[in-house]
């Protein structure tokens, strides 16, 4: 089955479009910063809209996103907690950073890069 899985458990469904579209762009993004060795940047709320915009026809707005990705975060922990007893926060895998420089205040999304590993999935 295809969708996002944590430590071997399906988290997000591939029928949860928008839901995968803005793991697929966190996914990427943090892919790009470690190929070129370089620090994992934040994905602002309006990049990911942007992201998940490209492939539905109807828009989603910054609440929506902000909303769906709290609902991942949720369900990470969920799972991890019920299945494994390990206590695990809501930035363990996907964090909320806070912008520094011309962006301060800001608030941004990125897969952490102290915790998560990716692993390839042979098919």
Do not use: H, M
């Amino acid at each position: 089955p295809t969708g996002f899985w944590v430590d071997d458990r399906l988290i997000v469904d591939a029928s949860r479009s928008s839901a995968c579209r803005i793991l697929q762009a966190l996914v990427r993004q943090y892919a790009e910063a470690l190929a070129a060795g370089a620090d994992v940047r934040a994905l602002s709320v309006e990049e990911l809209a942007d992201t998940v915009e490209e492939g539905e026809a109807d828009a989603r707005d910054a609440e929506s996103i902000r909303r769906t990705l709290d609902r991942v975060r949720d369900q990470i922990c969920t799972a991890i907690r019920r299945d494994t007893g390990r206590a695990i926060d809501a930035n363990d895998v996907i964090e909320a950073v806070s912008r520094t420089g011309t962006l301060k205040g800001a608030k941004g999304y990125r897969l952490n890069p102290r915790t998560v590993v990716l692993a390839a999935v042979a098919r």
